[in-house]
């Protein structure tokens, strides 16, 4: 069956640290991946897109990787602050136009 | 970006009742999503509505139990029937982005929050 995993754990981390987060998948072969960042009370709110045939991309101090072989995408966080505070869900597309999401991980950032 | 609105924000439902949610977006769009989010657990999508013709709903979703509507290309209604206390869970209704950065990347409502004693 088709299965998104994400950090299982929270992530507290120092202020000016670099948050890594990462999301496997199985029996998918998505042609995007795609990151979202969810508050608390909030719908998720788009980040990033990296494409199959990408190795990396990047936007302001966030970095994601994407490893079809591996069936890995890493998720940086770099010079954290505590506004980077939230959930981060990868999500999948399949079936065309749908999304398959993960459960996310909550990232904390202490001052 | 689109700028998607959900009534009512929070809802607390008796057993065996019925919650009607509307999602307005601020600009026409083909696809329209509903989702249910529980406790601590991922999105998982109950349907896509298309405008003019019948949703499509994912395994484990039926009509019966939550029937919706698409009237026009800004507006859907999500009905949650009959209701019990596992149906207590976060519905979001969101829409795609008309390809822009990807075909698949989809903005998202603030959510309906639903407790049902």
């Not at chain 1, 507290?12 to 995007?32: D, F, H, M, V």
């Not at chain 1, 602050?81 to 597309?93: E, F, G, K, R, V």
Request: proline share 5%.
């Amino acid at each position: 069956s088709q299965k998104i995993e994400q950090n299982s754990e929270a992530l507290n981390i120092q202020e000016g640290k670099t948050a890594t987060l990462t999301c496997n998948y199985t029996n998918y072969s998505p042609a995007y991946l795609q990151w979202y960042r969810q508050d608390p009370g909030r719908g998720p709110v788009f980040l990033l897109l990296i494409r199959e045939n990408e190795k990396e991309k990047r936007k302001e101090r966030l970095k994601v990787t994407f490893d079809t072989t591996l069936k890995q995408s890493l998720f940086h966080i770099t010079a954290s602050q505590p506004a980077d505070s939230a959930t981060y869900l990868c999500a999948l597309d399949y079936n065309d136009y749908k999304l398959s999401f993960g459960a996310g991980t909550t990232v904390t950032v202490r001052a | 970006s689109a700028v998607i609105s959900q009534k009512p924000s929070r809802d607390i439902c008796q057993r065996g009742t019925s919650l009607t949610i509307q999602c307005q977006v601020d600009s026409q769009v083909t696809m329209m999503f509903w989702y249910r989010q529980q406790p601590g657990q991922s999105l998982t999508l109950i349907a896509t509505a298309n405008q003019g013709s019948e949703a499509t709903y994912e395994s484990g979703f039926v009509i019966d139990k939550f029937p919706i509507s698409r009237p026009n290309l800004t507006f859907s209604t999500l009905t949650v029937s009959n209701m019990s206390p596992e149906d207590s869970s976060i519905y979001l209704c969101s829409v795609e982005s008309r390809g822009r950065p990807g075909p698949d990347t989809q903005y998202f409502g603030p959510g309906t929050r639903l407790t049902v004693l």
